[in-house]
C-alpha cells in the first residue's frame, strides 16, 4: 500500500500557491513541490489530491492510502460532496481517479503529522516567487 501525504499552501488567499506530495510504500519514496500559480488554498489542497492520485496511478499500485490535513478536501471525498461549486469540477475528478484503485482510503491528520508535504508545498511557493 501506497501512503500519500498531500498538503496545499497559498501564501494570501488568492496568492501563490504551492502543493507538496509526499508519497512512501511499496519501495518508493517520492518528494513532489510545484508551484501551481495564483490560488486560494482549498484549490491547491484539491489539486495536491489530484497530482498525488495521479503519480500513485503511474507508480502501478492498487491500494492507496491518502493523508490530509485539510478537513474541507477529506470530508468531500468522504461525502461524494462539495458546497462551493468552485470545487466541484476537482472533485469530480479525483472521484474518477479513485474509481482506478481496488482499495483508496483518506484520512484527515493533523498539521504535526503533515510536515514532510507541508514542506514541500511551502518550498513551492519560494520556488514560484523567484
Known amino acids: 500500500m501506497l501512503e500519500v501525504y498531500i498538503d496545499g499552501a497559498s501564501a494570501g488567499n488568492p496568492g501563490p500557491s504551492g502543493i507538496g506530495i509526499f508519497i512512501k510504500g511499496e519501495g518508493h519514496l517520492l518528494k513532489i513541490s510545484e508551484y501551481i500559480g495564483e490560488t486560494n488554498n482549498h484549490v ?3 489539486t495536491a489530491l489530484l497530482r498525488g492520485l495521479e503519480e500513485a496511478k503511474k507508480l502501478g499500485t492498487t491500494f492507496v492510502s491518502v493523508r490530509s490535513d ?9 461525502k461524494a460532496y462539495v458546497k462551493n461549486e468552485q470545487y466541484k469540477p476537482y472533485l469530480e475528478q479525483v472521484i474518477q481517479l479513485m474509481k482506478q484503485f481496488d482499495l483508496f482510503f483518506i484520512k484527515w491528520i493533523p498539521d504535526n503529522e503533515n510536515k514532510a508535504a507541508d514542506a514541500l508545498a511551502r518550498e513551492a511557493i519560494l520556488k514560484g516567487a523567484k
Do not use: G, H, L, Q
Open 44 to 46: 491547491a489542497e484539491f
Open 70 to 78: 485539510s478537513k474541507i478536501v477529506v470530508a468531500s471525498v468522504e
